[in-house]
């Protein structure tokens, strides 16, 4: 009888230090020690979004020129004179507008391809302004996580702003291993590998969010062990306990 004392005392041990997660597992913004053991990484300097072959630009032009202004109504049957549509960069990096000869913006930031559509409208139609968007200016998340696409509402979105939009993290999501899968400029995806736990993520290359970004979460190995709540942690404790009891309580009796 001893024996099973001590095999449920141990077995009671054993589910106390494994089936809950603790700070230094899920926790983020941890400062980098021995113990913990994070990886410490380097600053990156933030670099604007290039646009891309196969990107949608929406462009708005503004201007008081009767003529332009009869013939964009007669186009989008409206009374405007504002002008606003979408466009796809094509193979060569050039899009086509209406009255312009294409124009390659791939490569130049929003604010650089704005200046150039501004430049290239005001040789035909003086005084001509243009105001310029990435249509699809989204990011995609999947895996142990709320999944969805979602738009970059602002400029420098991060990464923990990107996953709250989501619902955050869920407690068995590997923090350890959060991935980015970023197009890069000749087509190819670039997978970023990076542990979300440490505060030294912050302005490091894996911080911000660019367009056309999927962030993959994948799930911890041991979580079906864990628990997320301190309740789930005492339910599972006390059925683990039941259980052995009554495994002994049986033994016992067909023992005599």
């Known amino acids: 009888m001893k024996k099973q004392i001590k095999l449920l005392a141990l077995v009671l041990v054993s589910v106390i230090l494994t089936g809950c997660y603790s700070h230094r597992v899920v926790g983020l913004l941890q400062e980098p020690t021995k113990q913990n ?17 196969n990107d949608e630009i929406i462009y708005r032009l503004i201007t008081m020129d009767e003529t332009i202004s009869k013939t964009l109504e007669a186009n989008n049957n409206n009374s405007s004179t504002n002008y606003a549509n979408s466009y796809r ?21 929003e604010k650089e391809a704005e200046d150039s559509l501004r430049e290239a409208f005001r040789e035909i ?16 998340v999947v895996g142990d996580i709320g999944s969805g696409t979602f738009s970059i509402y602002k400029e420098k979105l991060n990464i923990f702003q990107a996953l709250a ?25 670039e997978i970023l590998d990076f542990d979300i736990r440490s505060n030294s993520i912050i302005e490091s290359k894996y911080y911000y969010i660019y367009p056309n970004d999927v962030i993959y979460v ?39």
């Not at 079906?224 to 009891?245: D, H």
């Open 165 to 189: 939009m989501t619902g955050d993290l869920r407690e068995s999501g590997d923090r350890k291993h959060v991935r980015i899968i970023r197009p890069k400029d000749n087509g190819e995806p």
């Open 125 to 140: 139609i003086p005084g001509a302004d243009v105001k310029l968007a990435l249509y699809n200016k989204s990011f995609t």
């Open 218 to 256: 994948s799930r911890t190995k041991d979580s079906f062990v864990k628990v997320a709540s301190y309740s789930g942690f005492l339910g599972l404790i006390t059925s683990s306990a039941s259980l052995l009891i009554s495994v002994l309580n049986y033994s016992a009796t067909f023992a005599k």
């Open 37 to 53: 053991k994070l990886p410490e990484y380097e600053k990156a300097e933030y670099k604007p979004y290039r646009i891309r072959v």
């Open 89 to 109: 960069v094509y193979e060569d990096g050039t899009i086509e507008l209406p009255f312009l000869k294409p124009i390659h913006i791939a490569g130049l930031t």
